[in-house]
């Protein structure tokens, strides 16, 4: 049941390698929305795989594709993919974006590719993309993330650009291991990330390119590498009195509530 709820959807006729084949899709394998090597892989996680105790608090955990450096948002957020041949996501694919991975690979194997790029945008608006790694092609979920416990400057204050380049440096080409506790009001994924089993928020921390965001998370030995690279005066801590970036987005909002209301009775 798990398999045939991710290939198929609710009422929906299961299809063959051999169907799939004759439409143009080249087997659905190369962009893993299913099919035999998947099957196989599934069924022999559910017998033969137990699941990692996870640390208290986390709800689930994932890896992604390497990441574009291009998706790093500022010092604390970036995008990231993650294969929908993973478990936990291959059961929840809506049967629109499987259906549009399979018309996208019949229009490209036809040579159309400007129908095929049409698809594509209306995968990538569903919160999906096909990814080619390896060449090979794979249905990929996105993913927001907000990096956990740290709160680094926005790309406007001083050091911004610095903390974002010092995370880009860090993840940059990397598959991240990524540990989700919830969603922040932006609905982005608040997550713990290790990259080569390094913990990426210490990292930052320790190079003096974030605060600990403590009203969020208590953890001490957040504190304590933000102490040491005071300490050290490495990162924003060479700056004598840097403005944290919670009470800078505080100030920068009433602001523009101000110019709104400029405007408003500009108006009248």
């Not at 956990?148 to 080409?173: C, F, H, S, W």
């Not at 210490?202 to 965001?213: D, I, R, S, T």
């Not at 909002?253 to 009775?265: A, H, L, Q």
């Amino acid at each position: 049941m798990f398999l045939l709820r991710f290939l198929c959807g609710k009422g929906c006729k299961p299809t063959t390698d051999e169907d799939l084949e004759s439409q143009g899709y080249q087997g659905v394998s190369a962009v893993n929305v299913g099919v035999t090597a998947l099957a196989h892989d599934l069924s022999h996680f559910e017998i033969n795989s137990q699941v990692p105790e996870l640390p208290a608090g986390v709800k689930y955990e994932f890896q992604t594709f390497p990441v574009d450096p291009r998706a790093i948002a500022d010092g604390d957020g970036m995008t990231v993919y993650v294969s929908t041949t993973d478990p936990r996501e291959s059961s929840c694919v809506p049967i629109e974006v499987q259906v549009a991975a399979v018309q996208r690979s019949q229009a490209r194997a036809e040579k159309n590719y400007t129908e095929a790029d049409a698809i594509h945008k209306k995968i990538i608006e569903s919160g999906y993309r096909i990814l080619n790694q390896n060449n090979e092609e794979t249905l990929a979920r996105k993913y927001r993330i907000r990096l956990r416990g740290i709160d680094a400057p926005e790309n406007a204050m001083p050091y911004g650009k610095e903390a974002k380049e010092e995370l880009t440096k860090i993840v940059q080409g990397q598959s991240l291991r990524v540990l989700v506790y919830g969603e922040d009001q932006y609905e982005r994924y608040v997550a713990d990330i290790y990259c080569d089993d390094k913990f990426v928020q210490e990292l930052m921390l320790k190079k003096g390119f974030a605060w600990h965001y403590a009203t969020y998370d208590q953890r001490p030995e957040l504190a304590r590498w933000e102490r040491e690279a005071r300490a050290k005066r490495v990162g924003l801590w060479a700056s004598s009195n840097p403005e944290e970036p919670w009470e800078w987005r505080k100030k920068n909002k009433k602001k523009g509530r101000k110019r709104i209301r400029r405007k408003g009775k500009s108006k009248g």
